[in-house]
């Protein structure tokens, strides 16, 4: 069972598109991440948000902590090819030490 | 700055061998993690490590597996007797101190068991 829900768990777009991936759990978190991981290589982080309403903007991703602080979301404006690549949001708990989860990701394939 | 490395970057071997895993943390990084990945169940935590000291292994599968940090530069991950199951891309990462600090992550080891 994924304590972090994204979604969807696949998405190939036209160059140009928006689209929003969502990442959402029945937990607290008392911040959340998101990473995007290329073929061949490890996740590199994107943002951090950690609190209830937080909306951070990097160029064209815009994302969004829930107020609640259990779920977010990463939109992307005018998507392009360089966009490609595996979405992951990753979260941690006030009770979870350092430990964090991660959800099962959005592959994200832009079209030229 | 070099980032995590590790190696080997592939590894193919025969069920019932011992596998080992290697990782070098960015230099000043406290904390070390060890992650599996794999299609099926994603990006898991198997242990994490705080100056050295493990601190949480509830993700390590089974007993066939262990990790040692014997130093702040070096870390390893053994598989013994290594299964088929246990084939999957592995991702060491370090951070430092702080709850809204990034993980960086290794280029990852492929590591298949035939």
């Known amino acids: 069972t994924q304590l972090l829900e994204q979604s969807p768990q696949f998405l190939s777009i036209q160059e140009g598109e928006n689209l929003t991936v969502y990442c959402n759990s029945s937990s607290v978190f008392s911040s959340l991440q998101w990473y995007r991981q290329e073929p061949g290589e490890g996740p590199v982080l994107l943002v951090t948000?950690?609190?209830?309403?937080e909306v951070k903007k990097l160029k064209r991703l815009t994302f969004q902590f829930g107020d609640a602080r259990k779920d977010s979301s990463l939109h992307i404006t005018a998507a392009q090819p360089g966009d490609t690549g595996l979405y992951l949001c990753?979260?941690?708990?006030?009770?979870?030490?350092?430990?964090?989860?991660f959800g099962a990701g959005t592959r994200l394939f832009v079209k030229a | 700055d070099a980032g995590v490395i590790q190696s080997p970057r592939h590894e193919v071997t025969e069920m019932g061998q011992e596998v080992t895993l290697r990782c070098k943390p960015i230099s000043g990084h406290d904390y070390l993690f060890w992650y599996r990945q794999t299609m099926m169940r994603g990006l898991e935590l198997l242990i994490y490590?705080?100056?050295?000291?493990?601190?949480?292994d509830s993700g390590m599968p089974e007993d066939r597996f262990s990790a040692k940090m014997p130093n702040a530069s070096f870390s390893t991950l053994k598989i013994q007797p290594s299964e088929p199951r246990d084939s999957a891309v592995y991702f060491c990462?370090?951070?430092?101190?702080?709850?809204?600090?990034?993980?960086?992550f290794g280029d990852g080891t492929r590591l298949s068991i035939l």
């Open positions: 990462a370090s951070s430092v101190q702080g709850n809204n600090q990034p993980q960086h």
């Open positions: 990753a979260g941690r708990r006030n009770t979870g030490g350092f430990k964090t989860i």
């Open positions: 490590f705080n100056n050295n000291v493990p601190i949480d």
């Open positions: 948000v950690v609190t209830g309403g």
